[in-house]
C-alpha cells in the first residue's frame, strides 16, 4: 500500500475480484464502498441531536430538583442512622440498610426488629419511592422537550403585551 499525505492509497494497490470486475449493482456498491474514502467526522443526525436535547433538559431539571432531591437523600441517611442505632449496627450496615430499603429492594439480610425501627424503615421507603418518582419525572420532562419542535419549544411573542 502507498502512503499519502491525505492518508493511505489502498484502493490502486488492492486487487478487484473478478465478481466486481463485470458491471452489476452489486459490483458498482462494492466500488462505492472500497473506493469511497471513508469520513472522518459523521454528520449529526437527527438522534444525536435529540440525544444531546434530551441530556440537557435531564441537567436543567435536575439543576432545579436537585435540592429537594439532597434534602430527601439526607434525610434517607439520617433515618439510616437512627435504625442503626436503635438496632445496634455498624456504620456501614445502616448505611446499607437505607440504601437497599430507600431503593425499595429490601433484601431481606438485614431487618430491624423494634417497632419504631421498623415505622423508621417505612418512612425511608416511602422516601426512595418520592426519590424513584422524581428522578422519573425529570426524565420524562426532558424527554418531552427533547421530542419538541425547537421552534414550539420557545414561541416569540407569547407573554408580550401588545401594543394597541
Not at 499525505?5 to 456498491?29: F, R
Not at 437523600?73 to 430507600?102: D, H, K, M, P, R
Not at 425499595?104 to 426488629?113: K, S
Amino acid at each position: 500500500m502507498e502512503a499519502r499525505a491525505g492518508g493511505l492509497s489502498a484502493v490502486q494497490s488492492l486487487p478487484v475480484p473478478e465478481e466486481l470486475a463485470t458491471p452489476s449493482h452489486e459490483a458498482t456498491l462494492w466500488r462505492a464502498i472500497l473506493v469511497q474514502p471513508p469520513r472522518m467526522k459523521a454528520p449529526k443526525s437527527s438522534a444525536v441531536r435529540m440525544r444531546r436535547r434530551f441530556m440537557t433538559g435531564c441537567w436543567n431539571e435536575f439543576r432545579v430538583i436537585w435540592p429537594i432531591l439532597s434534602g430527601l437523600a439526607f434525610v434517607q441517611l439520617a433515618l439510616g442512622l437512627l435504625v442503626g442505632v436503635l438496632e445496634e449496627w455498624s456504620l456501614g450496615e445502616s448505611l446499607y440498610f437505607s440504601a437497599i430499603t430507600g431503593l425499595t429492594i429490601g433484601y431481606g439480610d438485614i431487618v430491624p426488629l423494634r417497632f419504631i425501627a421498623r415505622l423508621l424503615a417505612i418512612c425511608i421507603g416511602f422516601i426512595g419511592i418520592l426519590t424513584t418518582g422524581l428522578v422519573a419525572a425529570i426524565g420524562v420532562r426532558a424527554l418531552q422537550q427533547a421530542t419538541e419542535e425547537p421552534d414550539a419549544a420557545q414561541p416569540a411573542d407569547v407573554c408580550r403585551p401588545s401594543a394597541e
